[in-house]
Structure formats: C-alpha cells, structure tokens
C-alpha cells in the first residue's frame, strides 16, 4: 500500500492563480479530510468527506472547493488563489475504528 | 472547538519517562481517544489510541481514567527522536459526522 499521496510536494502560485491538491489513498478508507498548517501554528479543518459523493465544511473552508467523485481520491481547489492561503496542506484518511493516516503535505505558496 | 485541553509545552529528560495529560470531559462514549504526534513539519504520525482500556504498544502507553475524562500518554524512555508536538483529539466509532478538530497539542522537548 501507497497509504496517502499527496501531489505536488511543492507549488509556488500568483495571486488570483486556481489549481488542485491531488490526494489519494488505495487503503478503501471511508473518510477523508484536508487540513491546513500555517508556519508555527496547528493543524486547522479546511474540509472533509465520510464516503463518495459526501463532503461537508470543516473549520476554515472558504476559498477552497472538495469533491468525491471516488473513494479513492479527493482533491482540494484553490478558486483563486490569495497570499493568506500560503501554507502546508495535509490530507488524511481513516476507516471506522482507526485513526487517521496522514500524507506527506503540499507546501504551498502564493505570491 | 477542539474537545481536548493539553498544556502547551513540556520538558523531559532524556531516558525518562514523558507523561503527557489530556482532558477530554466532555468525551461521548462511542468516542475514542486517539494521540498523535508531529515531528518538525512533517505529517502527523498515529501513536495510540483507546475507548476505555489501558493500551500499549511498540511506541508508547495509553492510560485512560475509569470515568474516561482525562487520559496519560507514556513514552517509556524518552529519546531526542520524541522532540515533536503531541496531539490528543477524540474520533468517535463510526458516523456521518467527521469534524474532527485538532487542538495546539504539547510541544515536548526531551533534553539531553
């Protein structure tokens, strides 16, 4: 098992610029969400999803868009990308009873 | 809100033993208790977790009260390598609800 893949490692976007976190796991785990780490700070909610076809808002969820289409996958859209959203994005996944493996994170900047 | 209070940092000698306090009092009693914790800026990493029980494994203790309204994490021996920030969140058994909110955790720092 690949556990959970995030693509890319690292992006560098300008202001108002759109793009997608990829994230996937092959481990059929039910829920999925995605988080954002500013420098210093903890880890805060930005959406998650309990099955395909469900997402829901988590903490911080504005400017951002989730879909799942697929058990497997559930990318995060940046809409148009603003310096605040400069941070680490964490995806993570978990089935019933388990706790939530992470991937390695998108670092992401906007200038 | 996050439904679990930690003190924000922590020292620890290296060799000894680090006990880590959670409060989680207004825990339901499908939720578990889950610890992880964070090294630098890496992603989390599972540690253990329990629903009432007292668990162990390979990398550390979890120790639940019987009212299940704070629990202990216990590294056994602390080394430099369990520098990191520990996460105490509680995840309930199975729902249509996964919000599951992370507090600041506890920076520990095992000192040489």
């Known amino acids: 098992n690949a556990g959970v893949t995030q693509t890319p490692k690292f992006q560098v976007l300008k202001t108002g610029q759109s793009m997608t976190l990829q994230c996937a796991q092959d481990m059929n785990h039910e829920y999925m969400s995605w988080y954002r780490q500013d420098p210093g700070m903890g880890l805060r909610l930005i959406h998650y999803?309990?099955?395909?076809?469900?997402?829901d808002q988590g903490e911080v969820p504005n400017g951002y868009n989730v879909s799942r289409s697929t058990t497997e996958d559930f990318p995060l859209r940046l809409l148009s990308a603003a310096p605040s959203q400069t941070s680490v994005y964490f995806c993570a996944s978990r089935r019933t009873t388990y706790g939530y493996t992470f991937g390695s994170g998108t670092r992401l900047t906007v200038v | 809100d996050a439904k679990t209070t930690q003190p924000p940092s922590m020292d620890c000698a290296e060799g000894r033993a680090a006990n880590l306090p959670c409060n989680h009092s207004?825990?339901?009693?499908?939720?578990?208790v889950y610890w992880y914790r964070q090294i630098h800026s890496q992603g989390p990493q599972y540690i253990i977790h329990g629903l009432k029980n007292n668990e162990t494994n390979e990398m550390a203790s979890l120790i639940i009260t019987e009212d299940r309204k704070s629990s202990t994490l216990i590294l056994p021996h602390a080394t430099l390598r369990d520098t990191a920030v520990y996460y105490c969140?509680?995840?309930?058994?199975?729902?249509?609800?996964?919000?599951?909110?992370f507090g600041p955790g506890t920076s520990l720092s095992v000192i040489p």
């Open positions: 207004t825990i339901s009693g499908n939720e578990y």
């Open positions: 999803s309990v099955g395909a076809g469900i997402t």
């Open positions: 969140i509680v995840i309930p058994l199975k729902t249509s609800y996964d919000k599951v909110i």
